[in-house]
């Protein structure tokens, strides 16, 4: 217990770095996904070109590699920024494929004929994607984006490996002083599950409300 409570500010800062760059990139990750979902469905070739590069790309490449090529690769273009921000754009853009998957597969189960129905109103395509085809595909993809978000919340542990502080980071300074590794790694996980656990806590309230009943 020692452990915790003679470091508890230095597990209290990586905590809160954990959820700093588990909120900026999730909310990233929300718009980035939604937006590329959009062009994945555009009725323009171009837009639906450049999702499926998007996703293409971002899946099948390593999340290590990525912050390797923002955090280091970036500032060698003339823009440098802080780590925690080139974090953020690294987990926001790499998990922005996956929410946008999840969203394509909820757009999918919606009916073709709402889409027709809309265009026969005179709806643009942007119209019909807002405000018929995304309210109905949300309510059925709320469980997979909540583990991806999850998922998001984890991965963001190789943040501090880039000089970012985060959660898993503290583990070092604690080594240097000597504490036990076990115990170190025991108060971590245990930050993790909190953070995890009010991620999950969230989406099961928005699935209660909005989910599609099964």
């Given at each position: 217990?020692?452990?915790?409570?003679?470091?508890?500010?230095?597990?209290?800062?990586?905590?809160?770095?954990?959820?700093?760059?588990t909120?900026y990139?999730?909310v990233?990750?929300?718009?980035?996904?939604?937006?590329?979902?959009?062009?994945?469905?555009?009725?323009?070739?171009?837009?639906?070109?450049?999702?499926?590069?998007?996703v293409?790309?971002?899946?099948?490449?390593?999340?290590?590699?990525?912050?390797?090529?923002?955090?280091?690769?970036?500032?060698?273009?003339?823009?440098?920024?802080?780590?925690?921000?080139?974090?953020?754009?690294?987990?926001?853009?790499?998990?922005?494929a996956?929410?946008?998957e999840?969203?394509?597969?909820?757009?999918?189960?919606?009916?073709?004929?709402?889409?027709?129905?809309?265009?026969?109103l005179?709806?643009?395509?942007?119209?019909?994607?807002?405000?018929?085809?995304?309210?109905?595909?949300?309510?059925?993809?709320?469980?997979?984006?909540?583990?991806?978000?999850?998922?998001?919340?984890?991965?963001?542990?190789?943040?501090?490996?880039f000089?970012?502080?985060?959660?898993?980071?503290?583990?070092?300074?604690?080594?240097?002083?000597?504490?036990?590794?076990?115990?170190?790694?025991?108060?971590?996980?245990?930050?993790?599950?909190?953070?995890?656990?009010?991620?999950?806590?969230?989406?099961?309230?928005?699935?209660?409300?909005?989910?599609?009943?099964?």
């Amino acid at each position: 217990m020692n452990v915790l409570t003679d470091n508890f500010s230095t597990y209290w800062k990586g905590f809160l770095g954990t959820v700093e760059l588990t909120v900026y990139a999730s909310v990233l990750a929300l718009v980035l996904g939604f937006v590329m979902a959009s062009f994945r469905v555009a009725p323009v070739g171009s837009f639906r070109a450049f999702g499926t590069a998007w996703v293409t790309v971002l899946r099948n490449t390593p999340l290590t590699l990525l912050f390797f090529a923002v955090l280091l690769g970036l500032p060698r273009f003339g823009l440098v920024l802080p780590f925690q921000l080139f974090a953020v754009l690294a987990l926001g853009c790499y998990t922005s494929a996956f929410i946008c998957e999840a969203l394509r597969s909820g757009i999918n189960t919606v009916p073709r004929g709402q889409g027709e129905a809309a265009r026969s109103l005179g709806m643009t395509f942007g119209q019909t994607l807002t405000t018929v085809i995304l309210p109905q595909a949300f309510r059925s993809v709320i469980p997979p984006v909540g583990s991806t978000l999850i998922a998001l919340a984890k991965n963001s542990a190789i943040a501090g490996a880039f000089s970012v502080v985060e959660l898993l980071g503290t583990y070092k300074t604690l080594s240097e002083l000597g504490y036990n590794i076990i115990w170190t790694f025991v108060w971590i996980a245990l930050g993790y599950l909190i953070i995890t656990l009010a991620i999950s806590a969230l989406f099961n309230v928005l699935e209660k409300r909005w989910g599609v009943a099964r």
